[in-house]
């Protein structure tokens, strides 16, 4: 028989259902395909759900130093001989989860025995709003006592380091740690639902054809190892000899074959026409991805979920329905910052992968990425693809290093970000893709050699001309994603979650807690100490050394800081050169 040509073949409008000579597969009960117009299908059809039985989320938990209530995350440290008549709040701490700063002070209250409450403000945009207009601050943690801003984690250290601490509380007595602004405005704030990524729903949105091919999948996928049509092969041919072992895969022939003896009334057309829906519907894939579907003996496939190269969220094919993008990053992102907030270390500085990948939890966040498949990009404005693209970075780099681990080497490190990919869309993105062809504006990687030449204009764009993913890149590029987006070493920034509607504000705030802790200027020496990122991506950020340090000034809070790093820049002329020293960056894994 000649070879189907690689084309769309629809399926007829029969009803398609399963046939088998086996008594044990015998009526197996198929959803009819959806091109069907006889109105006794839907009577006659059960009602198949596919459903994720979702763990209990992680609740409120009780430790030695806190509990954490439900809506403003309310947590106390009571010291061992309180009581309830004296156990009121003398600190307030403003907070976002997982923010390792955050953690780390609330860590030292607790040893100090304070009482203290903690209010997460992610996502209030007038309580933020107003935290700033009070302090003059855009970062968290921010902890108020005796009606005002005394700092972050660095200045409750120095003031527990200096002993000065127990003085303040004393002094506050039991006046209210907040000023009356704020205070109004933390008694009017509503109770936030806490956010969860969606489950697997029933695909009956979708349609009966993608549950009828997806079931169709997973039969042929349970006859492996009873003579089933699924085996390891020797597939790609060398001048005519079969040179490279194909595993789990099937001929294009043999699958047209399998359809044709189990569903009932198909001919050999009809059933290349099923496979060819199951490959546009990524059910199944080349395995070379270089050719379409064709009823041919030597032309081999294998199912999306039995690739061993497949993208970490396409291990199963996502069945159910599909939100708007923004709305699947941003739920996505708040479920892995749940997960990771519970595995940071005391002092908010490590994560235990091990342990949070075998969390009861992570398999469900695991399926659930699997909805990034299908969503629509084109659908998201400027911002909306900002937060997404950053969210999902942050998943993806998480995600990796639970399930393949952190990169031990240099040269694993080299590789690392280029290998570890989702599937989004339609198209496959590693966290190299996102990361300089999405929020880079498409951009070379700080690794093309002519960047590293400094020549970055000659430099090769991560996505070609005829790539279709160079759609969604960001133009123009904000530089400010340098902040936000977490590899998983120790000098990264605390992982974070991001929002269309509060992305400037976000973005903001990680600018101004990176560069205040990584820029210092000695003027004794003249010289200017700051990350290695700043010169890895000195061309985001402008086209001479002075560019970028402009650049960093409206970030810095320091008002010392910013006014000697103004004049070595005005005064150079007058006062003479001065030196700017990268400091080295920490590539060890933030893991314990």
């Not at 091109?35 to 209990?56: D, G, H, I």
């Not at 009606?147 to 039991?174: F, N, P, T, W, Y």
């Not at 050699?449 to 764009?461: A, D, I, Q, S």
Request: contains cysteine; charged residues 25%; glycine residues 8%.
């Amino acid at each position: 028989m000649k070879p189907l040509a690689s084309m769309h073949i629809p399926p007829t409008r029969s009803h398609y259902c399963l046939a088998s000579s086996k008594p044990s597969h015998a009526r197996t009960p198929y959803l009819k395909s959806h091109f069907s117009t006889c109105c006794s299908a839907k009577a006659s059809t059960p009602q198949v759900a596919l459903l994720t039985s979702r763990s209990p989320p992680l609740g409120a938990s009780t430790c030695t130093l806190y509990a954490r209530g439900s809506s403003l995350h309310s947590v106390k440290a009571l010291p061992a001989d309180s009581t309830e008549a004296d156990s009121s709040p003398r600190v307030i701490v403003f907070s976002t989860s997982s923010c390792p700063h955050c953690q780390r002070a609330k860590g030292l209250l607790g040893s100090e025995g304070v009482i203290f409450q903690e209010l997460d403000v992610g996502g209030r945009l007038t309580l933020l709003g107003k935290i700033k207009d009070n302090s003059g601050r855009r970062t968290v943690p921010q902890i108020y006592l005796g009606g005002k801003c005394i700092g972050g984690a660095d200045e409750l250290e120095a003031l527990v380091a200096e002993g000065r601490l127990g003085s303040m509380l004393a002094g506050a007595g039991d006046m209210d740690p907040l000023p009356e602004d704020l205070r109004a405005e933390v008694d009017m704030a509503p109770t936030e639902a806490s956010s969860s990524v969606g489950s697997l729903v029933t695909p009956e949105a979708e349609g009966a054809e993608a549950l009828f091919l997806a079931q169709l999948v997973d039969e042929v996928r349970a006859s492996v190892g009873a003579g089933g049509l699924i085996q390891d092969r020797l597939g790609a041919r060398a001048f005519g000899l079969p040179w490279k072992k194909e595993k789990r895969c099937f001929s294009g022939h043999g699958l047209v074959s399998w359809l044709v003896e189990r569903v009932e009334g198909a001919d050999r057309l009809e059933a290349a026409g099923l496979a060819v829906r199951m490959q546009e519907l990524w059910l199944l894939k080349h395995v070379t991805n270089s050719a379409g579907f064709a009823d041919d003996k030597d032309i081999y496939f294998r199912f999306q979920e039995d690739d061993p190269e497949a993208p970490l969220n396409m291990r199963r094919v996502w069945r159910g329905a599909v939100r708007p993008a923004a709305e699947v990053g941003e739920s996505l992102r708040s479920e892995i910052e749940s997960l990771y907030s519970h595995f940071l270390s005391a002092d908010g500085r490590e994560v235990d992968y091990q342990s949070l990948m075998a969390s009861p939890d992570f398999e469900t966040f695991v399926q659930a990425t699997g909805e990034l498949q299908r969503v629509d990009l084109f659908q998201m404005s400027r911002e909306e693809l900002m937060a997404f693209f950053i969210n999902v970075y942050n998943i993806l780099v998480v995600h990796a290093t639970c399930d393949i681990g952190a990169p031990g080497s240099l040269i694993e490190r080299l590789g690392f970000f280029g290998a570890i990919k989702y599937h989004i869309g339609g198209h496959t993105y590693s966290a190299d893709d996102i990361e300089h062809g999405i929020l880079r504006g498409n951009r070379p990687s700080a690794a093309d050699p002519y960047v590293l030449l400094e020549h970055p204009k000659f430099g090769t764009p991560t996505f070609s001309a005829q790539d279709p993913r160079r759609y969604h890149a960001v133009n123009p590029m904000d530089p400010r994603i340098h902040f936000a987006l977490v590899c998983g070493a120790k000098s990264c920034p605390p992982i974070r979650i991001y929002s269309a509607q509060a992305l400037d504000q976000g973005l903001d705030a990680a600018a101004e807690a990176f560069c205040e802790g990584e820029v210092e200027v000695d003027m004794e020496t003249r010289t200017i100490t700051m990350s290695k990122i700043f010169m890895w991506y000195a061309m985001d950020f402008g086209t001479e050394t002075n560019d970028v340090l402009r650049w960093i000034i409206p970030y810095l809070t320091n008002k010392e800081k910013i006014f000697n790093l103004q004049r070595l820049l005005d005064k150079e002329e007058e006062e003479g050169e001065f030196f700017v020293k990268y400091r080295d960056y920490n590539w060890g894994i933030n893991s314990n």
